[in-house]
T-cell receptor, first 112, second 115 residues
Framework: DGGITQSPKYLFRKEGQNVTLSCEQN?????MYWYRQDPGQGLRLIYY???????QKGDIAEGYSVSREKKESFPLTVTSAQKNPTAFYLC???????????FGQGTRLTVV | AQSVTQLDSQVPVFEEAPVELRCNYS??????LFWYVQYPNQGLQLLLK??????LVKGINGFEAEFNKSQTSFHLRKPSVHISDTAEYFC?????????????FGKGTKLTVNP
């Protein structure tokens, strides 16, 4: 079945450590997105990529980094510079000529 | 750039009652609108979308929404809710700006269906 896979589902890290969240899709979608979700704040865009080897900052990119070396993969690194990294992270993808976004099941990151 | 406002953060209703979740978007020449549902600790699932054509859009699970260009609204409705409809609902608009496109989300409405 085609879809988006995020791993792991739950992730715990110590403060000051970098951590990388995985997002893989087999939908042959061109564009991929990372959102952060906090209670009562909806989804806020961190980074997005419309083609391989290219990506743009979203609304809250500070403290995060991404790469897009393959069409299928769009990993997100939460760096130690992110002041409040504990959150639910969602990855999504869309076809360029289509407008519907498909979402992964999310990764809940807890920094202690 | 587009923005989305969901007017109610929480909506409690009784089972089998009708419900309306409100969504307003900022004005644009053309607009693509979506409603997504999220169950706890899961990703988002598409309920319905408006791209063009009929202003009344039917989606999954008995939901429907009406696109109103003059009021810049896209309210979600269901005539009779079930306990299983308890979830958070997000309205989103496709934003074409600065040569790129992305989805802009509202802050969500938590629907609680009580027995």
């Amino acid at each position: 079945d085609g879809g988006i896979t995020q791993s792991p589902k739950y992730l715990f890290r110590k403060e000051g450590q970098n951590v990388t969240l995985s997002c893989e899709q087999n939908l042959n979608h061109d564009a991929m997105y990372w959102y952060r979700q906090d209670p009562g704040q909806g989804l806020r865009l961190i980074y997005y990529s419309q083609i391989v080897n290219d990506f743009q900052k979203g609304d809250i990119a500070e403290g995060y980094s991404v790469s897009r070396e393959k069409k299928e993969s769009f990993p997100l690194t939460v760096t130690s510079a992110q002041k409040n990294p504990t959150a639910f992270y969602l990855c999504a993808s869309t076809l360029q000529e289509n407008t519907e976004a498909f979402f992964g099941q999310g990764t809940r990151l807890t920094v202690v | 750039a587009q923005s989305v406002t969901q007017l109610d953060s929480q909506v409690p209703v009784f089972e089998e009652a009708p419900v309306e979740l409100r969504c307003n978007y900022s004005s644009s020449v053309s607009v693509y609108l979506f409603w997504y549902v999220q169950y706890p600790n899961q990703g988002l699932q598409l309920l319905l979308k408006y791209l063009s054509g009929s202003t009344l859009v039917k989606g999954i699970n008995g939901f429907e929404a009406e696109f109103n260009k003059s009021q810049t609204s896209f309210h979600l409705r269901k005539p009779s809710v079930h306990i299983s409809d308890t979830a958070e609902y997000f309205c989103a608009v496709r934003d074409f700006w600065g040569g790129s496109e992305k989805l802009v989300f509202g802050k969500g409405t938590k629907l609680t269906v009580n027995p």
